[in-house]
C-alpha cells in the first residue's frame, strides 16, 4: 500500500502558487454566490468613489465658500441668490446627505461579505466533510485527528470569506485610489506625478513577501494542529493521563506548541510588521516633496489654495487605500494557501470504492472463502502470510492465537476496512470487491472489543444497527443481549443519554449495547472481535446466551481469548503470526498432540482438563 496517497501533508506547498489550478477548483463554489458577489462589486465601486468626493469638494469649498467672490450670484424663481451664502446654507445637508449615502452603502456591503463568504465556506465545509466521512479507514490510520480537523476549523473560511474579504477591500481600495488619483490629476498633474510615483514605490515591497508568510502559514497550521491533537488525547487519555501523572507531560506539550504558535506570529511580524512603517516613511518624503512644491506653485500662482488643499488632503487619504492594496496581496496570497490545503483534501480518494458495475450483495447463502491472501497495514511487513480458509454457509468459525497473530485483521477484510494485498475474499462465490459495499456491510453484524458509542441515547445507539427497527424489534434486541435488567434501573431506561464515547457505561453495558445494535440489525453475517472480552464470568454466561441467539442460523466469525466462549464453534482456526496453523473441531484439535490449540487450552484451563 502506498502511503502517500491518503496521507495529508502537514505543510502542502505544492499547489499554493498555482492560482488558475486553484481559481478553477473554487469556482463552482463561487458561482453560488455569484450574482451577490457582483452586486457587492458594484456597490463597492460608489462606496470607494466617495472619499474621493470629499478631497474634490475642498477645492470649490475653499476657493468658493472660504476665500470666496461675493459678486456671484444666480437667479432662482425671481430670487437673487449669492452663490456663497447658498453653498453655506447646502453644506451641512450635504454633509448629513453623504454620510447617510455612505452609511447604507457599507451596511450593505458588509452583509453581502458575510452572507457570500458564510455561504461560500459553508458548501465548502459540506463537501468536505462528505469527503471525510467517504474516506477509508486507512487515511483514519495514518492522519492525526488534529491535522484534519484544522483543515474544517479554518481553512475553509479562509479560503471563502476572506478571499470575498479580500475582493471586496480590493474593489474598494481600488476605486479610492482611482478617484484620488483623479482628484490629484485635476489639481495639478506636475504635483501627482510625484505623489503616484512615491506611492508607487512605497507598495513594491510588499510583492516581496508572500512565500514567507505562506511558509509560515503553514508551519502554523500544522502547529494548531498539533495541539488539537493533544486537546483529543488528553481526552480520550485522560485516565491514563491520571494514572500515571502525566499531567506534566501533556503540559510540557502544550507549552511547547503555545510557544512555537507565538515565535511563529512573532517570526511574521518581523518579516511583515516592517512594511507599514516604511510605507509609511516612503510616502512622508513624497509628502515633504509635494509640500515644498507646492508652495512654490502657490506663491508662482499656477495653483489656487484651495486646489493645494484639495491635492494634500488626497495625497493623505491615498495612504489608506495603498497600504490596503498592499495588504490585499497578502491575504489573497494566505488564501490560496488555505485553498491549496483544502483542496489537498478533497484531491485525496478513498482506496476502497465501489467498482463501476458492483454487485448488490442481497443473500448470504453461500460460504465465505479467504484463498491465499497476503495483507500488510505497512509496506513489507506482511501480517497475513498465504492465508487460506474456506467457511460454510451458517458456519461459525472461531479464530484463535497468539496476540498480534492476524485475528481481527481477518475479521477487518470481510466488511473491505482494508483490501486485501493478494488472494482474495470471496462471498457466494463471488469476490467480495466486486459487491456494492453498501450492500456488503449492510450484510455483517460486527461486535468489536472497544465498543464506540456515539453521544446520544442508549436507544439512538441501538437504532444505528437499522434505522426503522420497530419497537418489538428493539425490544428483543435488548431482552437478548440481556440489557433489560440493567436498564430497568436507570431512571431514563433505555433513553439514558450515554455522554460522549458511551463515558457513562462500564465496559460491560457498552459491550450488550453493542451486541443489542449488532442483534436489531440482523446481518447474516456477524463478527465477535472479543466482543465478551470485558463482561465478568457471570454476565458472560448469561450474555454467550445472546451471543447464541445472534449466531443462530448465520455465518459467524468469533475471536475470543478465553477459549470457554468458542467451544460452540463448529470449526476453531487457530493463527500464529499471520498463518493459519490449524483447523478442526474442538475435539479433533484438543486430541493432537503437541498441537497449538492444545497448548493454548492447556494454559488456560489447567493440563488436567478432560476432553
Ligand atoms: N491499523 C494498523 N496499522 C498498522 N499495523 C497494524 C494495524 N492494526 C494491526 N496492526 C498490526 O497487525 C498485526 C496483527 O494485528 P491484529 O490486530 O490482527 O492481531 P490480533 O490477532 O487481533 O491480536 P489481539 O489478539 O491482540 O487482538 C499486529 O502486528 C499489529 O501490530
Ligand atoms: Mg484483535
Known sequence: MEDSLLKLKNTNTKDAFRYSYLLNKMYPYIKTVLGRSILLILLAIPLGLLDGVVAFSLRPYMDFVVNGNEAQTFELMGHTIRLQAFFIKLIPFAIIFFALVQGLLKYICNYLTEWTGNKMSNHLKIDLFRKLTSM???????????????????DPDQASKKLIETLKSFILAAFELVALVFVLLYNSWKLAIIGVGVMAIAITPVTLIRKKIKAVSNATMVVGGDMTTNFNETFAGNKIITAYNLQGNQNRKFDGQIHKQFDLAMALTKRVGWMSPIMY?????????????GNSLILSGEMTAGSFASFVTSLLLLYKPTKSLGLTLTNLQSTFVSMARVFELFDLMPEIKNKPDAKILSNVDGGIEFSHVYFEYEKDVPVLKDFNLSVRPKETIALVGNSGGGK????????????????SITINGIDIRDYDLISLRNAISFVFQDNYLFSGSIKENILMGKPDATEDEIFNAIKLAHLDEFLGTLPDGIDTIVGERGASLSGGQRQRVAIARALVKNAPIVILDEATSALDNE????????????????TVFVIAHRLSTIHNADRIAVLNEGELVELGTHSELISKAGGRYKHLYEMQFGSSVEV
Request: hydrophobic letters at 45%; glycine letters at 4%; proline letters at 2%.
Open 539 to 554: 454476565s458472560e454466561a448469561i450474555v454467550q446466551q445472546a451471543i447464541d441467539n445472534l449466531m443462530e442460523n448465520r
Open 408 to 423: 481481527s485483521t481477518v475479521v477487518n477484510l470481510i466488511p473491505r476496512f482494508y483490501d486485501v494485498k493478494s488472494g
Open 136 to 154: 477509508d479507514t486507512k487515511f483514519y490510520d495514518i492522519n492525526s485527528s488534529g491535522l484534519v480537523l484544522s483543515r474544517f476549523l479554518t
Open 281 to 293: 516613511f516612503i510616502c512622508s518624503i513624497g509628502i515633504a516633496i509635494v509640500m515644498n512644491y
